[in-house]
């Protein structure tokens, strides 16, 4: 199975700061990655998909890029409703897999 | 509008049985391969399986292979899921998603891009 690291963990950010979440897959998936938000007790929503093309609705300070085994999630002005989990998966091959989550805090 | 509802949740006994059933509206359903994909209490998203548009071709992780299965009926709009021989490990959230693919114009990726509120399934006795 492809395996899916994110960093970090956890992290805070103030109003209009800049933030960038990592994913980094175990083996090349290409552009196979796609990036969710998931806000407390409400399900994932699909922010990105193919590495860094936008799902139509969501704000473009929200931006994807990478390719191999290395992507990252980009917030260009953190705003208060971005508060949530971010998770990154492979869509590549069978098992999809995502990574364990970022929490992301307002400062 | 596209609306996924899944139903079915609840407490059930290890070793029993439970169907999740998901009903879509707001798109031609029979156009899209579906999935479940579940989430444990306070812990990350596990994709469960997947069935194709029309029903041919199914994938299962390998947890839940030989105890689980996805089905759909085109005419209702619903997706399933009968799961048997259920673990403690199997206690989650299922949400019911629809699948899309991207292509890059080498290979084909899947996603998913719209999911439903989930519905909660506990297996304790």
């Known amino acids: 199975d492809i395996q899916m690291t994110q960093s970090p963990a956890s992290l805070s950010a103030s109003l209009g700061e800049t933030v960038t979440i990592q994913c980094r897959a175990s083996e090349d998936i290409y552009s196979g990655l796609a990036w969710y938000q998931q806000k407390p007790g409400k399900s994932p929503q699909l922010l990105i998909y193919g590495a860094s093309s936008l799902q139509d609705g969501v704000p473009s300070r929200f931006s994807g890029s990478g390719s191999g085994t290395q992507y990252s999630l980009k917030i260009s002005s953190m705003q208060t409703e971005d508060e949530g989990v971010y998770f990154c998966q492979q869509g590549l091959k069978y098992p999809y897999t995502f990574g364990a989550g970022t929490k992301l805090e307002l400062k | 509008e596209v609306q996924l509802v899944e139903s079915g949740g609840g407490l059930v006994q290890p070793g029993r049985s439970m169907k999740l059933s998901c009903a879509a509206s707001g798109f031609t359903f029979s156009n899209y391969g579906m999935a479940w994909v579940r989430q444990a209490p306070t812990k990350g998203l596990e994709w469960v399986a997947t069935?194709?548009?029309?029903?041919?071709?199914?994938y299962y992780r390998d947890s839940v292979k030989g105890r689980f299965t996805i089905s759909r009926d085109n005419a209702k709009s619903t997706l399933y899921l009968q799961m048997n021989s259920l673990r403690s490990e199997d206690t989650a959230t299922y949400y019911c998603?629809?699948?899309?693919?991207?292509?890059?114009?080498?290979?084909?990726?899947?996603?998913?891009?719209?999911w439903g509120p989930g519905t909660m399934v506990t297996v304790s006795s």
């Open positions: 998603t629809r699948v899309e693919d991207y292509y890059d114009g080498t290979y084909y990726y899947w996603y998913f891009d719209f």
């Open positions: 069935i194709s548009y029309d029903g041919s071709s199914t």
